[in-house]
């Protein structure tokens, strides 16, 4: 691709529809600075100077599918106190529809709260509940997200998935089944528990950690033969079109009917890791949903995910910025696209 190409797909970007299944949370930040040590045990005192509830999970992968120009809708279930109360409001300032976010009484609203001082991440405290989806729960959210794609055009459904319970296999598989009846390509950002329910999905983007938890296997990171083998093996169990491996500082794997392509990760500082692979995702997703080849979303990917490392907290990849060097790395002939 060339530079005209690849402003051409961010443009499709704008017309895009993106529906989002998963586990939704709040991000919530305690800002300030420690000047000295508690006398009640040897830990810091942080005077806390700023606190901001942003969207996590689920819906920082909207948060980044709107940053990138489409528009989301986030389809989980929320417990229906203050959290839940503070998470739709949170939405709402975002400018995101509520019609997807079922309330349950029988669940918490998932919250983890970050600690910072000075740039330097302290201490994160996490308010959660893991168990699956009761039967009722599972059926109102169907119920609503088939009721979404009955009333408009979808053009990739994303399972985000953080084992808390809102993917259960009979939303999965049930949802897939949705997807495959009104042809809407399918992504996934996996974790363990549900490993091998995603069967059918167009693209499967586990992490190399996540990789070997599921298929019950070790093998050296560095050693690319035995990374294949890997693949192969997942998409035999899984009969999923396209997989996407995240290396961290070894970049991106990936693999389709054509075969493998490795994306050797760029030179950041790197800040905060936190919801790279939100980003990831979102930028894979959102490239394949508006027809680019699987090397070409795997390149724009890899380098996205390294963007949002750069700075403190979970925040979304920047359009412009990404667009400005994906066209610098094609002109320096550093992104193979």
């Known amino acids: ?5 690849i402003q051409q797909l961010f ?12 586990d939704v949370m709040i ?5 300030g600075k420690v000047e000295r040590i508690s006398p009640e045990a040897p830990v810091p005192v942080v005077q806390v100077n700023k606190k901001e509830n942003r969207l996590g999970g689920a819906a920082n992968v909207a948060l980044n599918v709107k940053s990138l120009g489409a528009k989301a809708i986030i389809c989980s279930v929320v417990g229906d106190g203050s959290k839940g109360d503070i998470f739709r409001t949170t939405l709402k300032e975002n400018h995101f ?11 918490m609203t998932t919250v983890k709260t970050r600690v910072i001082s000075q740039g330097h991440h302290l201490l994160r405290v996490d308010e959660e509940i893991t168990t699956p989806l009761s039967a009722t729960d599972e059926r109102h959210l169907l119920d609503c997200i088939k009721g979404i794609l009955n009333r408009q055009k979808v053009d990739v459904i994303i399972f985000e998935d953080y084992n808390k319970g809102v993917l259960t296999e009979k939303v999965i598989s049930t949802v897939i089944g949705f997807a495959q009846e009104k042809n809407i390509p399918t992504t996934v950002d996996p974790k363990k528990d549900n490993f091998f329910a995603y069967k059918g999905v167009t693209l499967f983007k586990p992490n190399l950690k996540e990789l070997r938890e599921g298929l019950k296997i070790d093998f050296d990171k560095n050693n690319f033969d035995q990374l294949k083998h890997a693949i192969s093996n997942l998409k035999e169990n899984l009969q999923n079109k396209i997989t996407m491996v995240t290396l961290s500082e070894l ?13 050797k990760a760029h030179h950041r500082e790197i800040l905060d890791v ?5 980003t990831v995702i979102s930028v894979a997703s959102l490239a394949l949903a508006a027809g680019a080849d699987t090397h070409t979303f795997t390149s724009l990917a ?16 920047d359009k412009e910025q990404l667009l400005t060097e994906a066209c610098h790395k094609i002109s320096t002939e550093q992104l193979s696209l």
């Open 1 to 5: 691709m060339n530079k005209e190409e």
């Open 11 to 22: 443009q499709k970007f704008n017309g895009l529809t993106v529906l989002i299944v998963g």
């Open 27 to 31: 991000d919530a930040y305690y800002w």
């Open 97 to 107: 529809t509520t019609e997807g976010i079922i309330d349950s009484p029988e669940r």
């Open 251 to 263: 970049g991106v794997m990936s693999s389709d009917e054509k075969g493998y392509y490795h994306e």
């Open 274 to 278: 936190s919801g790279a692979g939100d």
């Open 302 to 317: 890899n380098l996205a995910g390294g963007l949002v490392c750069e700075k403190v907290g979970v925040v979304p990849v």
